[in-house]
């Protein structure tokens, strides 16, 4: 069987946009690179669930936004309009299929938008909501949204802001109107980054980029209020040198989680008990690159794709569906200024 995975990047050095590459699951192997749509510097992707429109964040023209390609009959992606303002892109993107929305998180505004898609993929601002504070490290003087996306049963978009150390939960309404219902408040410097939630609904796993830490929360779908169950640690104790913490993916039985460390370039993983409220770390490996930013587990949780962005690698990781362990299968599939893997 092959699988198409598709790579965001930066284009700082040598790359071009926004790739994609084959998985031949029977040999184990990711093969074929080709550049699917060029861009400048599309760092995170969404796709519509029909894989023909691409939504990527860019730069045109020196402003930072959202844009839309569609594909073709020869199967290109051809661009059919962007959203910019002044300033940097977002860095997240969350697919709404049932509206037909975009949310968006923008790690230098604080900003938080929602974006209207229509059936020929042109993009429209629908609204935008601009967090406020700060907090107790260096990196956390002004918001920095992070993420922005679903609940499970949709009825809320959830966004996580490293720079204010707090996970809010929106109400949207059917114009793309948001409304803040929750605000859950993150231990002093833990810089909420990426969040996932446990099949049942009821437990959440907030990763907190600056404190290296993985928060198990649950979560109240009536009210979207979040509550702290626990927190365990990415890297060992006596690793004192620079991380921060990245990606976090769950299998899709909802019994292991993954997390990937940047500076540490390991992904650590969890046997996951008690519902989901607890975490037991079973393993901790190296992602054989340098800043292993993105990485996924692929359509029916086989393999594992990391991501490199200073290292221009991928590498392959064969995953055990019943002890949730990876096991390296290939390393150094050239990738360039990886940052975002899409399956």
Same mark, same amino acid.
Do not use: W
């Given at each position: #069987?092959?699988?198409?995975?598709?790579?965001?990047?930066?284009?700082?050095?040598?790359?071009?946009?926004?790739?994609?590459?084959?998985?031949?699951?029977?040999?184990?192997?990711?093969?074929?690179?080709?550049?699917?749509?060029?861009?400048?510097?599309?760092?995170?992707?969404?796709?519509?669930?029909?894989?023909?429109?691409?939504?990527?964040?860019?730069?045109?023209?020196?402003?930072?936004? #959202?844009?839309?390609?569609?594909?073709?009959?020869?199967?290109?992606?051809?661009?059919?309009?962007?959203?910019?303002?002044?300033?940097?892109?977002?860095?997240?993107?969350?697919?709404?299929?049932?509206?037909?929305?975009?949310?968006?998180?923008?790690?230098?505004?604080?900003?938080?938008?929602?974006?209207?898609?229509?059936?020929?993929?042109?993009?429209?601002?629908? /609204?935008?909501?601009?967090?406020?504070?700060?907090?107790?490290?260096?990196?956390?003087?002004?918001?920095?949204?992070?993420?922005?996306?679903?609940?499970?049963?949709?009825?809320?978009?959830?966004?996580?802001?490293?720079?204010?150390?707090?996970?809010?939960?929106?109400?949207?309404?059917?114009?793309?109107?948001?409304?803040?219902?929750?605000?859950?408040?993150?231990?002093?410097?833990?810089?909420?980054?990426?969040?996932?939630?446990?099949?049942?609904?009821?437990?959440?796993?907030?990763?907190?980029?600056?404190?290296?830490?993985?928060?198990?929360?649950?979560?109240?779908?009536?009210?979207?209020?979040?509550?702290?169950?626990?927190?365990?640690?990415?890297?060992?104790?006596?690793?004192?040198?620079?991380?921060?913490?990245?990606?976090?993916?769950?299998?899709?039985?909802?019994?292991?989680?993954?997390?990937?460390?940047?500076?540490?370039?390991?992904?650590?993983?969890?046997?996951?008990?008690?519902?989901?409220?607890?975490?037991?770390?079973?393993?901790?490996?190296?992602?054989?690159?340098?800043?292993?930013?993105?990485?996924?587990?692929?359509?029916?949780?086989?393999?594992?794709?990391?991501?490199?962005?200073?290292?221009?690698?991928?590498?392959?990781?064969?995953?055990?569906?019943?002890?949730?362990?990876?096991?390296?299968?290939?390393? /150094?599939?050239?990738?360039?200024?990886?940052?975002?893997?899409?399956?």
């Amino acid at each position: #069987m092959k699988e198409t995975i598709y790579l965001g990047t930066y284009t700082k050095r040598a790359s071009e946009g926004v790739y994609q590459i084959t998985l031949d699951t029977e040999k184990k192997q990711l093969e074929n690179l080709t550049v699917v749509a060029k861009a400048d510097s599309p760092t995170y992707l969404g796709l519509s669930p029909d894989y023909k429109t691409l939504y990527p964040v860019v730069k045109i023209d020196g402003k930072g936004g #959202m844009a839309s390609y569609r594909k073709n009959e020869n199967g290109e992606f051809i661009f059919v309009n962007g959203v910019t303002a002044e300033g940097a892109p977002p860095c997240y993107v969350g697919v709404d299929a049932t509206r037909n929305f975009l949310y968006t998180a923008n790690y230098h505004k604080g900003e938080i938008a929602v974006l209207q898609t229509a059936a020929d993929g042109t993009l429209t601002l629908l /609204d935008t909501v601009t967090h406020q504070g700060s907090s107790v490290h260096e990196n956390q003087q002004t918001p920095h949204a992070h993420y922005a996306d679903l609940t499970p049963d949709q009825h809320y978009v959830v966004a996580c802001d490293l720079g204010t150390d707090e996970v809010y939960t929106y109400s949207v309404s059917t114009e793309g109107k948001l409304t803040e219902v929750a605000r859950f408040k993150a231990a002093p410097g833990t810089g909420p980054r990426h969040l996932v939630f446990h099949p049942n609904g009821k437990v959440a796993y907030l990763f907190g980029e600056l404190a290296s830490v993985v928060v198990v929360l649950s979560y109240d779908a009536a009210t979207g209020r979040f509550k702290e169950l626990e927190t365990v640690p990415t890297i060992p104790e006596n690793f004192t040198d620079f991380n921060g913490g990245a990606a976090i993916r769950l299998s899709k039985d909802g019994k292991f989680l993954y997390a990937s460390n940047r500076g540490h370039d390991s992904i650590v993983v969890y046997e996951v008990q008690n519902d989901g409220a607890s975490l037991k770390q079973i393993q901790l490996i190296s992602t054989e690159g340098q800043i292993p930013r993105d990485f996924n587990l692929t359509a029916r949780d086989e393999f594992v794709v990391v991501g490199h962005q200073e290292s221009d690698n991928l590498t392959l990781f064969e995953r055990d569906p019943q002890t949730g362990l990876l096991s390296l299968v290939q390393k /150094d599939v050239y990738a360039p200024e990886c940052v975002c893997v899409y399956v």
